[in-house]
């Protein structure tokens, strides 16, 4: 009789292991149905990546926080600012000039003002104004 108990045990055995395969997941996949991704981040979206992920080069990568008036110029009745970027490149600029984040308004001899885009989705004003103001380090005399 002991050995009517030890076939029993194998397929029981054998049962029990289809039965926590069956339970346990392959692999994970996620279906969207239209909704965003939830691994994506919301602050990084935006035109100032390319298809790969990387950021646009030139001026058009550059946020208005990312970039300081250095100097402005007279040129042909209008003035031209000179900004520099996180990246220590140095740009020239005229009003209407695109950043990543917005576009340049207008220039004065001492200050640019620059229309920034808001893509906060509870904010009532879709763009500010944002003043750069030119710092001089030395008084002039």
Do not use: C, W
């Amino acid at each position: 009789m002991p050995a009517a108990p030890t076939t029993a045990a194998p397929a029981q055995s054998a049962a029990a292991e289809k039965k926590s395969d069956s339970v346990e997941p392959q692999g994970f996949t996620y279906n969207a149905d239209g909704r965003r991704d939830p691994f994506v981040s919301l602050l990084r979206r935006g035109s100032t990546t390319n298809e790969a992920g990387k950021r646009v080069a030139g001026l058009a990568g550059l946020g208005t926080a990312e970039v300081s008036l250095r100097g402005t110029l007279r040129s042909q009745g209008s003035f031209v600012g000179i900004l520099q970027g996180v990246d220590n490149k140095t740009y020239i600029v005229r009003a209407g000039d695109k950043l990543a984040d917005g576009s340049i308004r207008s220039i004065t001899a001492d200050a640019m003002v620059i229309l920034q885009q808001v893509n906060d989705p509870l904010s009532i004003a879709k763009e500010h104004e944002v003043r750069k103001l030119l710092r001089q380090t030395e008084e002039v005399k």
